[in-house]
Nanobody
Framework: QVQLVESGGGLVQAGGSLRLSCAAS????????MAWFRQPPGKEREFVAA???????TYYADSVKGRFTIFRDNANTVYLQMNSLKPDDTAVYYC???????????????WGQGTQVTVSS
C-alpha cells in the first residue's frame, strides 16, 4: 500500500498556472504507476494524466494535452504542472497509484485525499 498526500491546489484566474504535488510513502515508489484524476462539481471522476515507473512514459486526457505535464522525481513525489487553466478545469484533483498503467480509476488501488482547484473566468 502507498500513502499519498496532495498539495498545491487553490484559486487561480483563467490562463494562469498551478503546480500540484503528491508525496508518496510506504512501499517502493518507483515500482508504481502514478496518475492524476479529477472530479468536477456534479460529475464523475475522470482521468487526467499518468506517468509510468521510470517517468519517461506519460499519458494525458485529450482535454489537458499540451497544457498539463505530469512528472516525478526521485524523492517519492509526483507533480502535475497545469498551464493555461480554464474554468472547466475546476475540480478536486486526486493522486493515485497502481501497479499497471491505464486511464480507468478501477486500476488504481491507492488514492490521496484530494486537493481543490478552482479556476475563475
Amino acid at each position: 500500500q502507498v500513502q499519498l498526500v496532495e498539495s498545491g491546489g487553490g484559486l487561480v484566474q483563467a490562463g494562469g498556472s498551478l503546480r500540484l504535488s503528491c508525496a508518496a510513502s510506504g512501499r517502493t515508489f518507483s515500482s508504481y504507476v502514478m496518475a492524476w484524476f479529477r472530479q468536477p462539481p456534479g460529475k464523475e471522476r475522470e482521468f487526467v494524466a499518468a506517468a509510468g515507473w521510470s517517468g519517461g512514459d506519460t499519458y494525458y486526457a485529450d482535454s489537458v494535452k499540451g497544457r498539463f505535464t505530469i512528472f516525478r522525481d526521485n524523492a517519492n513525489t509526483v507533480y502535475l504542472q497545469m498551464n493555461s487553466l480554464k474554468p472547466d478545469d475546476t475540480a478536486v484533483y486526486y493522486c493515485a497509484a497502481s501497479r499497471l498503467i491505464g486511464s480507468s480509476a478501477t486500476r488504481y488501488s491507492d488514492w490521496g485525499q484530494g486537493t481543490q482547484v478552482t479556476v475563475s473566468s
